[in-house]
């Protein structure tokens, strides 16, 4: 069974008394290099019109980020060729450079979507055409044209045209795998309410195998995961043992024909389990709890064994495994607790609260075979207590003690779109979900890799911040770590309407958003001033401030790609690159 989790933030990492961005206007460098050929853009055809196919095909983010080396970046231009900028000093740019060129003929494919990459490590690469084939990049080590080959270890046609979500390259008994994540939107010809389409996620696990000293790699497994909404986030584990996904509406794998049966048993139980009627039933007052069971009517009293104690309960009927027993949810006067059997052939247990009033969620804890039944006074007090909420007019009198809650009092920019999203780790082995947690309110916003050996993080709002959120699918008591927070960037990018792509610095240093066209925004975290500063209002010196600086591109082509590094900002138009300075090097 899934264990429901919840992320917690570090307080350390909050600023309560964050002041807002002030507005800079310092100038950036800002270094344009015009490209040999215009980048691989695929626009979406009239069959992919979505909002699924937007948010998979139609925002995808054409530049590629090489985590593994700094400042590394790839794009793939119209004639096929993988392009590579390796920057090491802004003022001596190079021009970007053919590391690849893909055997497929693009042009000759009507139905083919964008080509996507993965670095699934410090020499492997993981590539699609965009036509349905998978390639396996031997690459060397990249950034350095004397150390840079790629080499295709591995391709293979894998049905219908996809992206790749995500890669990881690990050892695993002595032999290497690459495992990947491809993203397809498919026609459903089943749901006839909805769209027309589902998600599918295949987990595609390639082995190294040596047969009579002959390596080659070829694929170990296939599984596939489907749902009705693009994630949001879709990662492997290091590992390649688990996989966790956010998204809006639920992934489940696709079980193949073997496990059909065993698939529709479990179906069949939980439906057992829904149905049948609770253990125990259970009242309470600000004294006493009430519990009732229902005994075989051949049951007499000395076939009944009941233990109390001080925080603990036990309940056994004619030497079978115990009917009740566990941790009471608070202490009982064990020494007044009784229990009688009743004319109807139910067994009657009272026990006596230590602390009188404060009502019980629950009885036993974790136990959730009983029902808790609430009488009729029990229900008229608590409506009374919640009256103050409820009113049959707009907000009637806001000035009164107990104001009722007011939807009028969230700004626009406070509403999103989706319910609520939720965050599900899958193990690779048996194909179940592992842990959930739902995020509720807590929008999603990018993700980016700050550790290439580690999971990408993900960036949540909380209220008005980001906090970004480290993944460690080794650790199962801190699998999600809160390692930054951006100040009131969930507030901020909320406003920005037209935005595209948002980013951050891997040491966080600051966040970024482009819109669809030409301008960025930079958010850079609060840094201790040079020089004296005082706050007007209040008279007192301010020791940091966070800076908002805005650069327009002087292009009129759409933003295509959106990456951060530490110290740069790239940005793909159709036909240039720009590089933004946004910190300068140690």
Known sequence: MAAHCSLRAKRLLLDPKFEGYKLSLEPLACYRLELDAAVAEVKLRDDQYTLDHMRAFGMYNYLHLDSWYQDNVYYVDQFGRIMNLSVTLDTALQKPREVFRLPTDLTAYDNRLCASMHFSSSTWVTLSDG?????????????????????????????SPFTIAHSVSFVKFDTHSVAVLLLRVEKDELDTKGSGFHITLEWVTIAEISKEGDHRYEILKRRVLQGKSVPHYAAIEPSGDGLMIVS?????????????????????????????????????????????????????????????????????????????????????????????????????????????????????????????????????????????????????????????????????????????????????????????????????????????????????????????????????????????????????QASKQDKKFMACAPDYSYAALCECLRRVFIYRQPTPLATVLYNRKEGRQVGQVAKQLVTTLEANDPILGFQATSERLFVLTTKTLFLIKVNSGN
């Open 248 to 492: 809006y509406k639920p992934f489940k794998f696709m079980e193949g024909e073997d496990n059909k049966s065993a698939e529709n048993d479990d179906a069949e139980a939980t439906k057992e389990k829904k149905v049948a009627d609770p253990l125990y039933y259970w009242q309470q007052t600000e004294d006493d709890v009430t519990i009732t069971v229902h005994i075989p009517e051949d049951i007499t009293k000395d076939d009944i064994k009941v233990r109390f104690s001080p925080d603990n309960i036990c309940v056994i009927v004619k030497d079978q495994p115990p009917l009740m027993e566990g941790k009471l949810y608070s202490s009982v006067d064990h020494e007044s607790c009784t229990w009688i059997i009743r004319e109807n052939k139910s067994l009657e247990i009272c026990l006596i609260k230590k602390n009188e009033g404060p009502r019980w969620p629950e009885l036993i804890v974790g136990d959730t075979r009983g029902e808790f039944i609430m009488d009729s006074s029990q229900c008229s007090e608590i409506s009374e207590s919640l009256m103050h909420l409820t009113s049959e007019v707009m907000n009637p009198n806001p000035e009164k003690e107990n104001p009722p809650c007011n939807a009028q009092e969230l700004e626009e920019c406070d509403a999103f779109l989706e319910d609520s999203a939720s965050l599900c780790r899958f193990d690779g082995d048996t194909l179940k979900v592992t842990h959930v947690i739902n995020l509720g309110s807590n929008q999603y916003l990018f993700s980016v890799v700050v550790d290439p050996k580690e999971m990408p993080c993900f960036c949540l709002r909380h209220d008005v911040d980001a906090l970004l959120w480290q993944p460690h699918s080794d650790q199962p008591e801190n699998m999600w770590e809160h390692i930054a927070t951006f100040n009131a960037l969930g507030y901020v």
């Open 131 to 159: 036509t349905g084939r998978l390639y396996l990049i031997k690459s060397g080590k990249r950034g350095n044209s004397t150390s840079e080959k790629w080499e295709i270890v591995f391709n293979e046609e894998l049905g």
